[in-house]
Nanobody, 123 residues
Framework: VQLQASGGGLVQAGGSLRLSCAASGRTFSTFVMGWFRQAPGKEREFVGGIRWSVGSIRYQDSVKGRFTISRDNAKNTVYLQMDILKPEDTAVYYC?????????????????WGQGTLVTVSS
C-alpha cells in the first residue's frame, strides 16, 4: 500500500487547509486511515482516523469541532479538512493505514505511512 499526502502549506491563524491522502496498491488489506502530526521537537501524535467501511470517525480532543475527516471510497482518498487553524497546529501531517478494523491512536498499529506534508500556521 502506498500513501501520498498533499495539501499542506502556509496559512494564517483562523484559516483553513484541506489535506488529501491518496491510497494505492493493496488497499483492500487496510481498514482504517489515520492522520497524525509531528511538531518540531515533539512526538508524533494522533489527530484522527476513519474506518473505510462504515465511515466511523474518531478525533483527538484538541481538534474536535475544527477538523473534519472524510473519505471517498471510489478514489481511495481520505481528506482532512482543517478549519480555525491555530499556530499550535503547525506540524508535519502524516496519513497512515492500518490493517486493524478499529481506529487506534497508537502509531505502532499503523502499517503504512505517507511521506508527510508540512502545515505552518502563522499568528
Amino acid at each position: 500500500v502506498q500513501l501520498q499526502a498533499s495539501g499542506g502549506g502556509l496559512v494564517q491563524a483562523g484559516g483553513s487547509l484541506r489535506l488529501s491522502c491518496a491510497a494505492s496498491g493493496r488497499t483492500f488489506s487496510t481498514f482504517v486511515m489515520g492522520w497524525f502530526r509531528q511538531a518540531p521537537g515533539k512526538e508524533r501524535e494522533f489527530v484522527g482516523g476513519i474506518r473505510w467501511s462504515v465511515g466511523s470517525i474518531r478525533y483527538q480532543d484538541s481538534v474536535k469541532g475544527r477538523f473534519t475527516i472524510s473519505r471517498d471510497n471510489a478514489k481511495n482518498t481520505v481528506y482532512l479538512q482543517m478549519d480555525i487553524l491555530k499556530p499550535e497546529d503547525t506540524a508535519v501531517y502524516y496519513c497512515a493505514a492500518s490493517r486493524l478494523d478499529v481506529i487506534t491512536s497508537q502509531a505502532g498499529n499503523y502499517n503504512y505511512w505517507g511521506q508527510g506534508t508540512l502545515v505552518t500556521v502563522s499568528s
